[in-house]
């Protein structure tokens, strides 16, 4: 079955569909961490749906949520109609948010993907400020509709001004530490400010508190509150993508905890549907500006998304994952940093919480002005596979493709955590060999 289903679908399916070809896994059962292929090989999941099973694989609250809606005789398909299982879901969303926003914020279901709900973001900074451009950062993923794309790092061909974001180990500005964020966030309000420059002010500016395709490069919490002050000194709406780093994967609930910012928009996805696909946004009341009917779409109603969501952040909050996945993450963090001890050619290694990645260098290249080695995005290949040959799933990213990338359920146990890290040293040490 394995080798058939392989074979049909990479006939049929666009190449374009880049994870079947990294990963030729063809997984018929999943738990927790664990998913089985149909040749019966089981593999530790560190890819998570890029992050969306903050609870693994069928975890039984999300599984009895879903089943609970499916036994009621409840309608799966409403259009967005308010139903009972979505006053539940908003509910328990607005019990996690930062007060500004749980008592005065908006909520817009924009459905099914982070895209969408990236798109619904700057749409709505539009109307509401009658402006047009948007700020987005060098490196950043926000989705792969047009506007998302252009709002993201590789794009080309794009009207959306780019800001250059804090980025240690390959510092655009050749100093890395806290003069490189210094001098990153000195770019972009002297961009704001310079109205000769022909950048008339946006309509928006939109940022990952921790980039993950990007190459999983949290922002100091420092960069970020200036960030927050030089936009709100502009009118300037602040759009947050939490996509990737929202309920608890980084640590906090929400990343932006962290720096305590609170932005304009939250861009919300992956986890907050237990692994069922829903995206919202959820705004400051005052940008409201949309008339009825301004923003539409069949799919903005998933009963189920909501009831898995709903039990995933109930689930996530009372069991305290958020710091669970703080404390795992730092101590899987100190191992990886052992790791790089004895690897010269693991660059650099980094993370918040269960967002965790290792920079993939060649030891033997020239140094770059910031001290960096050049990436090695054939050797992080190479190391990829060898995961996989030892049963581990890992994605990689960043601006080369040389960063190897964990995002594990933040319900791993401490063995769990040890057992990923033992295939990854053993993948390394054998990619290089
Ligand atoms: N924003 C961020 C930060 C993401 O990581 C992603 C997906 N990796 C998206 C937006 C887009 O989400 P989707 O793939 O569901 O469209």
Known sequence: AHEGILRRQSLRESAARTYARSLPIVPVRARGLTIEGADGRRYLDCLSGAGTLALGHNHPVVLEA?????????????????????????????????????????????????????EAAFKLVRTATGRDGLMAFSGAYHGMTAEALAASGGARHTSVARLPYPYDYRCPFGTGGERGAELAARWTQNLLDDHKSGVPRPAGMILEPVQGEGGVIPAPDGWLRQMRELTAARQIPLIVDEVQTGVGRTGTFWAIEHSGIVPDVLVLSKAIGGSLPLAVIVYREELDAWQPGAHAGTFRGNQLAMAAGRATLAHVRANGLAERAGELGARMLDRLRALAGTHDCIGDVRGRGLMLGLELVDPGGDLEPGGARPAAPHLAAAVQQACLDRGLIVELGGRHSAVVRLLPPLTITDEQADAILDRLADAITAAVR
């Open 66 to 118: 879903i089943r609970t809606v499916l036994d009621s005789g409840a309608p799966l398909h409403v259009l967005d109609l308010a139903t009972p299982v979505k006053d539940a879901f908003t509910t328990e969303l607005f019990a996690t948010l930062p007060r500004e926003l749980a008592e005065k914020g908006r909520i817009q279901f924009c459905g099914p993907a982070g895209t969408d709900a990236v």
